[in-house]
């Protein structure tokens, strides 16, 4: 598919890989539309990155049936139809399962456990589905594109962001063979490490180690995972299958 006049709607567009990936591909002549639930990065990243005011900025938080609803809804109303669907909103709420502090045991939070999940994985599930049903109703081909990680086979400290990132890797396959009779093309984006938002509360000493131990010791930018969506866009054979865009990183 060519991005030039595709239309395109990215989740968790106002910061980070999202907002890279949104500009880069309005850049290359694509209609695209940002939802993110975090109004106050919503109007930075709009007023910062979009001056001319090209990309549609929305209001609304993936994990809930409505907001996704009413997103898919506007945007298939003021676009004309969503051809492309990128599954980039997420969170990281980072602990061990169990662990001793001092006299006591302290456990792996059940809200940020839950939170991950809604996030991660049920915005996943309702935004791609209510986008294939808009597809399908329509007999419109189109793409979706999921975002996993380098740490979706388990690693230390992450069981929640960890485990949503292998089942994000796992619809992709699954949804692949069922929406294709339907023309729609499932592919995934494993990116290894970036700094962003996401990394800011990662401690610094670990971040250091990661560098350290990747074969090209350093992280990715933000334009080589917005590349790699466009390389995802363009090769129509990419099905079914997570892109690892991680330096080589091993966990
Ligand atoms: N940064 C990295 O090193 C890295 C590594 C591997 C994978 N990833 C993945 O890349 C994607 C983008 O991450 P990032 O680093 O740009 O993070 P980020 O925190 O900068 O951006 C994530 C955006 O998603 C939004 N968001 C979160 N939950 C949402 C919800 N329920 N509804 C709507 N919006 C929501 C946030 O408000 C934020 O703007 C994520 O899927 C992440 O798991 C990032």
Not at 153 to 167: D, E, I, R
């Amino acid at each position: 598919m060519n991005p030039a006049g595709a239309t395109v709607l990215v989740t968790g567009g106002a910061s980070g890989i999202g907002a890279s990936v949104a500009c880069h591909l309005r850049d290359q002549g694509a209609r695209v539309w940002v939802v993110d639930r975090d109004g106050e990065a919503l109007d930075h990243c709009r007023s910062l990155a979009d001056p001319r005011g090209q990309i549609g900025w929305l209001p609304g938080d993936v994990g809930k049936p409505d907001d996704v609803d009413r997103v898919v809804a506007q945007v298939e109303a003021e676009s004309g139809g969503i051809q492309v669907l990128i599954n980039n909103a997420a969170v990281l709420r980072d602990q061990t399962l169990v662990s001793r502090l001092g006299k006591r045991v302290r456990q792996h939070s059940i809200v940020d456990w839950q939170e991950t999940l809604d996030s991660n994985l049920t915005g996943t599930f309702l935004m791609t589905r209510a986008v294939a049903t808009a597809m399908i109703n329509a007999r419109r081909k189109g793409l979706v594109v999921n975002v996993s990680s380098v740490v979706r086979s388990g690693n230390p400290g992450q069981s929640a962001y960890a485990a949503t990132k292998a089942a994000v890797a796992s619809l992709t396959v699954t949804w692949a063979q069922e929406l294709a009779p339907y023309g729609i093309r499932v592919a995934a984006l494993s990116p290894g490490f970036v700094e962003t938002g996401m990394t800011r509360n990662v401690p610094a000493m670990f971040l250091e180690r990661i560098r350290s131990e990747s074969p090209v010791g350093r992280f990715g930018t933000l334009d080589e995972f917005a590349h790699a969506i466009q390389f995802i866009m363009e090769n129509d054979y990419f099905a079914g299958r997570v892109l690892d865009l991680d330096g080589g990183l091993r966990f």
